[in-house]
């Protein structure tokens, strides 16, 4: 095999044919078109150093052989004339598909070469043009693989697209001359782009050169000029600099003079100021420091070096009136708040009746109180004002307002912790939880909390709310004092004084920001003085008009104000963050209460956020957030407990109809008319709420005794009234209802046979009147806790899902033969399950608006869908149910239809003389009256009518088909079959149904016309 040979430059229009290249003969490849490539190599060196011989000397056409070169004439060898046949244009389409991606190549070479002449042609004047069109003929020319930025061989995919291997060596040597081409049309490309673009290069170097030169030139002038000036300057200027030196030295003595005269001022005036600060004149010591900072502004004290401490001086007085004025205020603001506290914890601890009546005690500032406290703070809150300290100082009063109140809180728990544990213990309030002795000796503070009762722990909240409502409403009055000042004084006679205090305190606190910005440090500066006399007070004020603007004032007042606002709000986010900490500390007892224990807690824990917020001017976001976390825990605890509950009732329920008592009545007119039951159930029975933690679902549900109809007592409670025109009007057709099935129990409990709704009477089960009780538990979460409205009717959704899904599988899947011991699932127990599904689904409806008044409107359509959804699961499943009746008859009626055979061989008999119907005639009858009158006396007229309808349906089409199948070929079997006929029919007249068609027969049909159309007679 012969090695590749060399790279070549090769002809334009063979660029693209693959397979070209490998069957060149020997003379081609020595042709012109194929030695040229050596020349463009050694052209490229050439052209970078002499472009311009390069555009003038060398031609393209010597680089790129002209398509009009002569090729050799080769004369073809005649061949004689045959006749061809007709050739359509379809015969070339192969070799056209097969040569179209090579001539569409060829074309786009050709344009190519004439865009090249032309622009040879017109860049015949020496003007560059065309550049950069060489190398979009390029990227046209060379596939895009070679010109991708992640090109790389070493990568697998890459190598395989770029140089296909094939066995063939052919193909390789092909695949060999195709890059060599590739790489020669870049070649050649780039060289005309640099020959094209050398001109500008070397014009710009030319005018850089000429640039140098000049300015070389003006470096010389410039040096020129120098020596001018030096020489001016010596022989003009010397006499008059000696005159100014004189005049210096006289200057200079008449300062020192006026330097000694500040000295003695300033030395007496830092004696003076040092006997102040010790006697506490806050006033007269900022005076002074007044006249003493006026020196440094001016600069007169400049150069002293006895004088260098001296704004450490000034800075360490000015910090000592801040002391004073700040303890001053936060005794005068706080301190007394302590002697409130020990009031009410005296009072607390001495009368223990205070505990079971609640602390009654308003906590109120009077008027004297108020105009005391006013007339102490005024003077303080000037002179913090004038030192620009008063924001400081108010951040100082947050913190300490804060250590304040949680201290005081604090005091509260542990001044009656001991109070409340020493209490005699109910029982009925006694927790599941509660651990320890009843002085709660040995237990950590958290497990002392933990052991109170709620009602102890309530009284606790409550002390710890009027402690902290003492604190916060001295805090409020503090914060109205400072607006007071802080606000419009016309006409007060302290209004000049605030409003030059206000200005220079705005000027300083500029200032002081302006300095740190500069200089990286705090200067201390200093405020006027008071004012003592008219003309004093327009003079300061001048001063100050001259260093603050309206806007400086403005933002410092603004300061100010927001400090104030923030140290109250402080104060109460502080109690929020303790209260919660308390409420956390019983987070997992509050779960595990019943709903008027919690609700207790809830409701005072909602007055204090009010309080609070009142008095803050905020949203609590902590506490609330703490209180609805919990308020959810209570509402996920009570639901899972009610979902164990309802699952071991269903588990243990027996499908036998029970008595209603009077209380379940009532809990179905509180729906109607949406009143909550909480406080009427309490008020009977104090286990009568929400299900208490750990209490066994079998001690409250309700359960047959020996008679098998009465409830358990734990669960009565009395009726609530009615209220609202509806409701009378339904309680007066209940009542009605009523009168005739009731009764009172062995317990001597007021109690019916059915639970009247909307006027019409459901047969209930055990777990039907738990569910309705549940549900009334639900409403009242629902209405006393707002905020979980919405999480309150996806627990009942999932209620009322668990409850249809486990009777479906009890009842319809026959589990209660496992779970119940049943030994089998009756008619009578599918039609008390269906009253129990109709039952519910009948008053899904009234849950779903009473649930409905909390709900936000944004969630309502989306609770509605789940709500309607669950209504159509119990529809459904209240029709299967009576499916599952009406295929029990089907599969009764086909059992005796199997043995009619039988019983029709023994009517042939010629000394069959029996009068009576047939046993299969009695049989079904038998059956289709007891299945009436099980479904008439638990199911309602309605259902009972559409469920006949369709087994009337059944035996007239079934029956009519069997005995018209029969052969009977004696006249006694054909008249036994008539008495069967007529018996059956007669049994069928008295099923309630509401299809009646000829001539107003109930429920005439197919083997009505059976019966005339054999025998010619008819039942009526």
Request: overall charge negative.
């Amino acid at each position: 095999m012969e090695a590749a040979p060399p790279a070549r430059l090769r002809d334009p229009s063979s660029f693209g044919r693959s397979s070209s290249a490998s069957g060149r003969s020997p003379h081609d490849l020595d042709s012109p078109s194929f030695s040229s490539t050596g020349a463009v190599s050694h052209s490229l060196a050439s052209i970078l150093n002499n472009p311009h011989a390069g555009r003038s000397d060398v031609s393209w056409t010597l680089w790129w052989p002209s398509a009009s070169a002569a090729a050799p004439d080769l004369a073809a060898p005649i061949v004689p004339s045959i006749s061809l046949p007709e050739v359509a244009r379809a015969d070339f389409l192969p070799y056209l598909a097969s040569v179209s991606d090579a001539y569409s190549r060829f074309e786009d070479i050709l344009n190519h070469r004439s865009k090249e002449s032309a622009a040879a042609a017109a860049g015949g004047d020496g003007e560059i043009r065309g550049q950069g069109e060489a190398l979009v003929a390029c990227l046209r020319e060379v596939p895009s693989l070679f010109f991708k930025e992640d090109f790389a061989l070493e990568e697998g995919t890459t190598f395989k697209a770029a140089c296909p291997f094939s066995p063939s060596a052919e193909e390789n040597t092909a695949l060999q001359e195709r890059l060599t081409q590739y790489l020669d049309v870049v070649e050649m490309h780039l060289v005309r782009e640099i020959a094209l673009r050398s001109d500008s290069f070397y014009e710009a170097q030319g005018q850089l050169q000429g640039l140098n030169g000049q300015i070389v030139e003006a470096c010389v002038r410039i040096r020129e000029l120098k020596e001018t000036i030096r020489i001016l300057t010596g022989d003009l200027v010397g006499s008059a600099r000696k005159v100014q030196e004189l005049n210096a030295t006289r200057g200079n003595l008449v300062a020192l003079q006026q330097k000694l005269t500040v000295i003695l001022y300033v030395s007496q005036a830092l004696g003076a100021l040092k006997l102040l600060v010790a006697a506490a004149d806050c006033a007269g010591a900022l005076d002074v420091i007044d006249d003493l900072q006026q020196l440094l502004e001016t600069d007169e004290l400049v150069g002293l070096h006895c004088f260098r401490h001296l704004r450490e001086q000034l800075s360490g007085g000015l910090d000592s009136i801040n002391g004073i004025l700040s303890a001053e205020f936060l005794r005068a603001a706080i301190r007394e708040a302590k002697v409130v506290d020990s009031m009410i914890l005296s009072k607390l601890r001495t009368r223990a009746s205070d505990l079971m009546n609640g602390v009654d005690d308003e906590v109120k500032l009077d008027d004297v109180e108020s105009s005391n406290l006013q007339d102490r703070l005024l003077p303080l809150i000037i002179g913090l004002l004038r030192t620009a300290k008063l924001p400081a100082v108010l951040r100082l009063y947050r913190d300490t307002l804060i250590t304040e109140m949680k201290a005081a809180i604090k005091a509260t728990v542990a001044a009656l912790l001991p109070v409340l544990l020493s209490r005699p213990l109910d029982s009925d309030l006694i927790t599941g939880d509660r651990v320890g002795d009843s002085d709660g000796g040995g237990l950590s503070l958290a497990s002392k909390l933990r052991s109170l009762s709620s009602e102890s722990f309530v009284h606790l909240l409550n002390a710890i709310f009027k402690v902290v409502q003492a604190h916060l409403m001295r805090a409020a009055e503090v914060k109205r004092v400072i607006e007071w000042i802080m606000g419009n004084l016309d006409g007060c006679y302290v209004a000049d004084s605030v409003a030059a205090a206000v200005a220079h305190g705005a000027a300083v606190a500029a200032a002081a920001e302006g300095v740190q910005e500069n200089n990286g440090h705090i200067i201390s500066l200093v405020s006027h003085s008071l004012p003592r006399n008219p003309p004093k007070i327009s003079m300061i004020q001048g001063k100050v008009n001259d260093v603050s603007s309206p806007s400086t004032s403005k933002n410092f007042r603004a300061d100010v104000l927001r400090e104030n606002t923030e140290a109250v709000f402080a104060a109460c986010d502080a109690a929020h963050g303790r209260w919660a900490k308390l409420l956390g500390v019983r987070a997992l007892l509050h779960p595990k209460l019943r709903l008027q224990e919690f609700l207790s807690i809830y409701d005072i824990t909602q007055d204090f956020i009010a309080a609070t917020e009142k008095i803050g001017g905020r949203l609590g976001y902590s506490i609330r957030g703490t209180l609805q976390s919990q308020s959810k825990a209570f509402v996920d605890f009570q639901h899972d407990s009610r979902m164990t509950k309802i699952k071991a009732v269903l588990d243990q329920e027996t499908w036998v109809a029970v008595d209603v008592p009077d209380e379940f009545q009532a809990i179905v007119f509180s729906l109607s008319s949406g009143d909550a039951l909480l406080s009427d159930l309490a008020s009977s029975d104090p286990d009568t709420g929400t299900v208490e933690a750990g209490f066994p679902a079998s001690q409250e549900h309700i359960g047959e005794n020996d008679s098998g109809q009465t409830v358990d007592r734990d669960k009565q409670a009395k009726p609530v009234p009615s209220a609202g025109s509806n409701q009378e009007t339904n309680a007066a057709s209940a009542t009605s209802k009523r009168n005739s099935d009731t009764h009172t129990n062995e317990h001597g409990r007021a109690s019916s046979q059915t639970l009247v709704y909307r006027g019409v009477g459901y047969h209930m089960v055990n777990c039907g009147l738990i569910l309705l009780k549940m549900l009334s538990e639900y409403v009242d979460i629902s209405k006393f806790l707002p905020a979980l409205s919405s999480e309150v009717v996806h627990r009942v959704v999932e209620m009322l899902k668990l409850f249809n899904m486990r009777t479906c599988q009890l009842v319809l899947g026959a589990g209660a033969m496992q779970v119940s011991g049943l030994k089998s699932i009756t008619s009578k127990h599918l039609a008390l399950a269906s009253q129990i599904v109709s039952f519910v689904y009948a008053i899904i409806p009234e849950i779903q608006r009473v649930l409905f008044l909390k709900v936000p409107e944004t969630r309502k359509a989306l609770l509605t869908l789940e709500m309607d959804r669950v209504a159509q699961d119990y529809r459904i499943h209240r029709d299967e149910i009576h499916m599952k009746l009406i295929q029990i008859m089907k599969e009764r009626l086909l059992a005796n239809l199997r043995k009619l055979p039988q019983i029709v061989e023994s009517w042939n008999a010629p000394e069959d003389n029996d009068s009576q119907p047939s046993q299969f005639a009695r049989s079904i009858t038998k059956e289709v009256t007891y299945l009436h009158r099980i479904l008439s006396q638990i199911l309602l007229e309605a259902d009972v009518q559409a469920i006949f309808r369709q087994v009337v349906h059944i035996f007239h089409s079934h029956i009519s088909e069997a005995f018209s199948k029969l052969e009977l070929n004696t006249p006694q079997a054909k008249n036994r079959l008539c008495r069967d006929v007529q018996h059956i029919l007669g049994c069928i007249r008295k099923l309630p149904s509401d299809n009646s068609t000829k001539e107003s027969v109930p429920n005439y049909g197919l083997l009505d016309e059976f019966l005339e159309e054999k025998y010619g007679t008819k039942v009526g």
